[in-house]
């Protein structure tokens, strides 16, 4: 299956080559690092290779992923496929460490003996990247992105991690696209914010957003993906389906933003199973498709964990959507005015 190879595109829009990454539907790596629940090795490699054969051709991953096992098992499996098949983004931020005494971890990932330490500096940097190397059994990364700095992940300590940022990690991390060793740096966040705070003070190529440029979700975007389009930053829209709220077949999830969702959540959900079902269309497949027609978005990065889940995803991207639909969502208030629909 060649996957999405044309992008749905609102009229008169200019859509931008993204020559350094492979695919508009991207592989996201935390699922296969234990998230939430575990993944056998064997279970993880054969998803990977079964993303790669539907046409997936951009993965992302990242050292905190499993503290590891992401990166490990998507080298792994991609190490039996051709290097300039696929195009890869992993992270740096964090440092992974052996901890013999750590068993449970607070953040969802079911990984035992091991921690993520957070490292901003130049030096965590480097050290960073070469592991990830070392993990993904390559000699180069497509696209590295800087992983959750901002005010909602650091608190108090903001101030003193964007400073580092600009002034260490950032630089580093031109240093290594200077050098060949990776094509393109960015941001890799869960906020709008930090995105702007950034912009202004240092070039960036590429930010991922997770879960605020989403068809649940808009109006925590609208000014980064303004700015995105104007500096010709490419967007890579993550957490389509703002964890699993809009993703299921029959109804919407209880999560949200990693967290269970309230009641007046989930009931805004249901809104968009009710609209769309008068026009049979199906939910997650708009939320998929729905990030791509907004010009800045280069590619929609889907958490994907089973061979199910991949057959799903690429089904969701090649389903027709009808006009009504986008439509009838403007009607019901439940798209921001003036957001571009496929």
């Not at 650091?154 to 400073?163: M, N, P, S, T, V």
């Not at 925590?220 to 809009?246: D, I, K, T």
Request: some cysteine; aromatic content about 8%; glycine content about 8%.
């Amino acid at each position: 299956m060649a996957l999405l190879t044309t992008k749905p595109n609102p009229a008169n829009a200019t859509v931008r080559p993204h020559a350094w990454l492979g695919s508009q539907l991207s592989f996201g790596g935390a699922p296969i690092g234990n998230l939430y629940e575990s993944v056998d090795d064997a279970s993880a490699c054969a998803t990977i290779a079964h993303a790669w054969r539907q046409g997936i051709r951009h993965f992302d991953t990242a050292p905190y992923y499993g503290y590891g096992l992401s990166e490990s098992r998507l080298g792994a499996a991609l190490n039996e496929m051709p290097r300039a098949s696929f195009t890869l983004s992993t992270k740096v931020g964090r440092l992974i460490e052996d901890d013999a005494q750590q068993t449970k971890h607070s953040d969802g990932f079911i990984v035992d003996g091991r921690r993520a330490r957070f490292d901003y500096s130049r030096d965590g940097v480097l050290r960073s990247f070469e592991a990830s190397l070392r993990r993904l059994h390559t000699d180069h990364i497509d696209v590295l992105l800087l992983h959750d700095i901002g005010a909602e992940t650091h608190g108090d300590q903001h101030a003193a991690i964007l400073r580092q940022s600009l002034d260490e990690a950032l630089p580093a991390m031109a240093e290594l696209r200077a050098q060949g060793a990776c094509k393109a740096i960015g941001l890799g966040v869960n906020e709008e914010a930090v995105c702007l705070e950034v912009m202004p003070h240092f070039p960036l190529d590429v930010i991922m957003l997770a879960g605020r440029y989403t068809l649940f979700e808009q109006q925590h975007s609208q000014a980064v993906m303004a700015q995105a389009q104007q500096r010709g930053v490419a967007m890579l829209a993550a957490g389509p389906y703002n964890s699993g709220l809009l993703g299921g077949a029959n109804g919407p999830g209880n999560f949200y933003n990693y967290a269970p969702a309230d009641e007046a959540t989930v009931a805004r959900a249901q809104r968009f199973y009710d609209v769309l079902a008068r026009t049979h269309t199906d939910v997650g497949a708009a939320a998929l498709q729905f990030p791509l027609a907004h010009p800045a978005v280069a590619s929609v990065v889907c958490g994907l964990r089973s061979i199910a889940e991949v057959d799903q995803a690429a089904a969701r991207m090649q389903a027709p959507i009808p006009d009504q639909a986008w439509r009838a969502l403007r009607d019901a208030g439940l798209l921001e005015d003036g957001v571009p629909t496929p």
